[in-house]
Every structure is written in C-alpha cells, then in structure tokens.
C-alpha cells in the first residue's frame, strides 16, 4: 500500500492513522488473488455479505472509476461514508446512488423496480411489486415529475432516520 499515513491527508476521509491501518489489513484478507483491488467474488467471500441482495449495488457505488474492482482508495473513500463521523449528507448520498441505477440524479419507477426485485426476490409477483414501485413513486413525488428526486428521497428517509442506521451496519459487520 505504501504510506498508510498518507491515505489519512490525502483522501478527505472519515478515518484517523489507526483506523486506515485496521482498514489496511481487512483489505488485504479480502483481496484474496493478491491483485491490490477486490472483486465481487472477493467482497462476496465474506459470510456476512453473501446473504446481502445489494452487495452488488453498493460494489458498483464504491467502483468510481467503473473498472468493475474496487482499490483501496475506492475502499477507503466508500466506507468513509459509513463512519460514525461520516456526515447526514453524505450517507443520504450513498443510500440515493443504491437506487440511482443510471446516476442521472433521480429514481424513477423502473430503477426503484430492479432495486426492490433484488431485495425481495420471488417473495413477490413481479405485478405486486410494481403496485407498490407506483404507490411510492405517486406518494413521495412532490414535483409530479414521475420520478423521486435526491431531496425527496431525503424528505422520506430523514423522516424514517434510516441514515443513523447505516452507521451500525459498518460498525458491527450486520445489518439490523
């Protein structure tokens, strides 16, 4: 990796010297071909991230440079945004780009579909789960524009607090 110090500076992130060690050493238990970057295979060898439907969403998000790896900057930077020092926006941010497919900057009706497909799976008709896809969009589209803005996706979430609890994902290694 180098200077593990030099992340702390350089990257803008939520860690301090000791965390980036810590963070360090987790990724390199996960990168298990040696190869400096981990992929969905790898992040997937984790047990507490098999069972997880939108490993793949957030793999994607944390893949800035689209190369379908995740380096250790990518690492640091993406789960900077779940530290408990991490800011309100910027976990609002993370959670918004999960169903932001397309990162156009809006949700629309066939994005939030795939999204909740991968979460609820064949619990659901196809035609139930597009009932409830239109009944949100029609709820929670202030602007009538068919589609869920950023700040309306934050108007819902901030109401609902889910942003404080992506912290304890990140903290205890499971979801609540």
């Known amino acids: 990796m180098g200077n593990e110090a030099s992340y702390h500076s350089e990257m803008g992130n939520n860690f301090d010297q000791d965390e980036i060690k810590k963070l360090w050493k987790s990724f390199r238990k996960m990168d298990l071909d040696k190869s400096g970057s981990l992929s969905t295979e790898e992040f997937m060898s984790l047990p507490e991230l098999q069972q997880n439907p939108l490993v793949s969403r957030v793999i994607d998000i944390f893949d800035t440079d689209?190369?379908?790896?995740v380096d250790f900057h990518e690492f640091i930077m993406g789960t900077s945004q779940f530290s408990v020092k991490g800011d309100e926006e910027q976990k609002l941010r993370f959670a918004f780009r999960i169903y932001d497919i397309d990162k156009d900057g809006y949700i629309s009706n066939g994005e939030l579909f795939q999204v909740l497909k991968?979460?609820?799976?064949?619990n659901l008709k196809d035609w139930q789960l597009q009932q409830l896809v239109d009944k949100t969009i029609m709820v929670h589209d202030q602007d009538g524009d068919g589609r869920i803005s950023f700040q309306e996706f934050c108007d819902v979430v901030r109401s609902m607090e889910i942003h404080k609890k992506l912290v304890v994902f990140v903290e205890?290694?499971?979801?609540d």
């Open 66 to 69: 689209g190369n379908g790896e």
């Open 118 to 122: 991968m979460m609820v799976g064949n």
């Open 172 to 175: 205890h290694g499971q979801e």
